[in-house]
C-alpha cells in the first residue's frame, strides 16, 4: 500500500504545481487524491486486510425514533445480566447510531475463536 499512497502524494505535488500557476480547475481533483491519501494511510495504520475479505454493513434507521445501538458481550448467555456492555480506552459506552457502519472481516483462511 506504501507504493500507492507515494504514488498519490507526488500526483497531489503534480496538481499543486499546476494549481500555482494558475489551473484553478484542478483543486477538485487534488482534494479527492487528498482525501484517498488519508483513507489508505487510515487502512495502513490500521493493518486491514485485503478489501475481498471486508463487508461493509450500514446500520438501518428503524424509525422508531432517535436511538443508538448498543454493544454488548453476551458472555454466552441469555441472560442479560450476565451481559456486559462494550466500552472504549477511557471506560465509557460505545454507542453507535444509524448510517454508521460495521466492517465485518472474513475468516477466509483463518480460524476465528
Given at each position: ?7 498519490l ?6 496538481l ?11 483543486v ?16 495502513q ?10 463487508e461493509f ?9 432517535f ?10 448467555s441469555?441472560?442479560?445480566d ?32
Open positions: 500500500m506504501e507504493y500507492a499512497i507515494e504514488y502524494k507526488k500526483e497531489r505535488e503534480a499543486l504545481s499546476l494549481i500555482k500557476s494558475g489551473a484553478s480547475d484542478k477538485d481533483k487534488k482534494v479527492e487524491i487528498e482525501h484517498a491519501i488519508s483513507w489508505l494511510q487510515k487502512l495504520e490500521l493493518q486491514f486486510p485485503d478489501a475481498k475479505r471486508c454493513i450500514r446500520l438501518p434507521d428503524t424509525e422508531s425514533g436511538f443508538s445501538y448498543r454493544i454488548m458481550n453476551d458472555c454466552e441469555e441472560d442479560r450476565d451481559w456486559i456492555e462494550l466500552k472504549d480506552d477511557n471506560g465509557q459506552p460505545i454507542s453507535l447510531l444509524f448510517d454508521d457502519f460495521l466492517i465485518k472481516i472474513s475468516s477466509k483462511g483463518q480460524k476465528r475463536f
